[in-house]
């Protein structure tokens, strides 16, 4: 399918950016990547006067240290994120998630910032940024504000990002030496999460330490596992000890029923995907 006509801007500038934005008001619509938009433009669920394309803002791109945590831009690409040293090294759950998403091609396009925006619960990104405990900078017309990951996912496809607003940078703390693995269930390669899960561990004389645990697709948006990182603390790395904190993995989750399958499943799923993501974090 053709999408609708419209309107098209590709502004070289953060400040041009908003302008543009501003002008047009709610006909418009952001493109990142594009890997999420055009789809969307093809089957016309979406039919925006205007398409604000950031590809060609330099400022946006990029990974900085800045001590205490990494700074990821929003047009920074997955391929960007895997090629970083700063980011294996110091936020190492990020690099295992975006390890699954899709093929070479749509990593190489594909950005952190657009998918984060967009805010599929099924996507993959969302939950390591949760878990890793990520702050977003959200920069509008009345400049910058600074958003918590627990804030920043709204609803489904919903995020802090206002009207005229563009989100410009991930923070990131650091977590140095932790353990970090992706658990992802799929059918078929390159499909979205049935479910998945990112754990990051810190295991000290054999005993975690700290833990933290994000669920993909578990729910509107993503989620974080806090009765398991409550309960995993100070328990030997074994698969006894972790499998009996991951028992509760499912709690408070409100997990979708379609094809892929029913929440139930997808409920006993996030039990087993939780288990192993924590054994492989903490090397056991």
Known sequence: MIP??????????????????????EDAKVIAGGQSLLPILRMRLNAPEKVVDLGRIEELRGI?????????????????????????????????AVKTVADPQIRHRGTVGGALVHADPAGDVGAPALALGAEFVITGPGGERTVPA????????????GEGELLTRIRVPKHTGWGAHYEKFVRV??????????????????????????????GSTPLRATAVEQ????????????????????????PPSDLNGSADYRRHLATVLTRRAV??????
């Open 64 to 96: 900085t240290d800045e001590g205490s945590h990494l700074v990821i831009g929003a047009m920074t690409t997955y391929a960007d994120v895997l090629a970083s040293s700063a980011v294996r090294d110091h936020a190492a759950l990020l690099v295992e």
């Open 231 to 254: 309960a995993l603390v100070g328990r030997p790395a074994t698969e006894e000890a972790v499998r009996e904190a991951c028992a509760a993995a499912a709690e408070g989750t409100d």
């Open 150 to 161: 627990d804030e920043f996912f709204r609803d489904l496809f919903e995020t802090a990002v």
């Open 189 to 218: 390669a390159h499909q979205w999460s049935i479910v998945a899960v990112g754990a990051t561990v810190r295991v000290d004389g054999g005993s975690i330490a700290e833990a933290r645990v994000g669920l993909t697709n578990m």
């Open 279 to 284: 054994l492989a974090a903490a090397g056991a």
């Open 4 to 25: 609708v006509q419209f309107d098209y801007a590709a502004p070289t500038t953060l400040q041009e950016a908003l302008g543009v934005l501003a002008e047009a008001g």
